[in-house]
């Protein structure tokens, strides 16, 4: 092996995990708030990642550093974990309180309007029937957990996502090892 | 396989055990949710349709169908998914372990955006090829990244750590008198 490689003043710089819950905090703010633009469920799961690779971004820039993927994955996936949950459950209050489900009219909307230009009279017959049915069907307490195990484990495929494409992206300097 | 340098030191990346493991688990995993949502649409009566009603906006008319039912997601979801198990098995089962494409990446994102913004400023550029074509790029262009990201996060504390090639950038950012 040679010589220059062992020598500590040529190694890689072990350094001290910079904190991430900053940029973490501002990614899942960036997750809560798009959760509850009304027309954002048509972007299925790009709020999220966007809330990631803002995460992702920050703590590059705010530390000149370059993420492996797998750090940057982890980031991610944290931080879409608690934007998810968090919205989640305010989501819920709403619901559960007010009787308000966050961009549920404007979906059905968008529904009827696709199905109206699409498929005509009856497929807007149809779409109608359908979202009656969600209507009648409610909340119980098994579509709540359903919709937790849910919200947890795409808020985890959303990360990956975004941690994926973040790693890859924004390279800010030297490498953190 | 050549020589990698982890954390200043030379070692030999010849392990390519997380790696297959890491990708047979994401391929699975993202495999299964295009199972599911297949499922839905057979059982549409069923909790699957509610399952993908936080990750999707689940428009009947921008979703695949199978006996007159949509699926649970749509179709750029199906193929993003659908992308990303097919990248993730064959990520993790070549022995090549290449530096990821980034133009890959870069055109996937490129194509699925232009394509996204195409289709709400004007419905007929939005064309139904497009979506599953862009979708399934920019699936497989993340896998890319997702497998050595997911091998690292699982293995990174096992004393076989140090042999793996987890960290492109540990290359790009060794000190230059390395290089010497």
Known sequence: MNQKELDPQHSTIEVEDPDQFKAMMIGASVIFVMAFIPFATLACCLPQVAGALVAVHLFTSQYSLTLSNGKAIKLAILTCLMGAIASWVVAMGLYLGFDYQVGARESEWVSLTLAEKLGGEKAVEQTKLALEQQKADGLSLKNIVIGFVASTVFACLSGLIGGSIGA???????AKS | MGEGVQGGLTVKDNNHFPQLIAGMLLGTLFGFIVMLSILSAWMPHSVLNHLFSN??????ERSHSFGGHAFGICIRCFWLYMGLSVGSLWHGCTTNARQPSKSLLIGGLLIAGISWLSGWI????????????SSLTLGYAISQYAVPGMAELLFSNTASNKN???N?????????????
């Open chain 2, 55 to 60: 990750v999707c906006h689940q428009q009947a």
């Open chain 2, 164 to 166: 793996l090639p987890f």
């Open chain 2, 168 to 180: 492109h950038e540990s290359k790009r950012a060794r000190p230059a008198a390395l290089d010497h």
């Open chain 2, 122 to 133: 004007l419905p007929a550029l939005d064309w139904f090829y497009i979506r599953i074509f």
């Open chain 1, 168 to 174: 890859a992206v924004f390279k800010r300097g030297e």
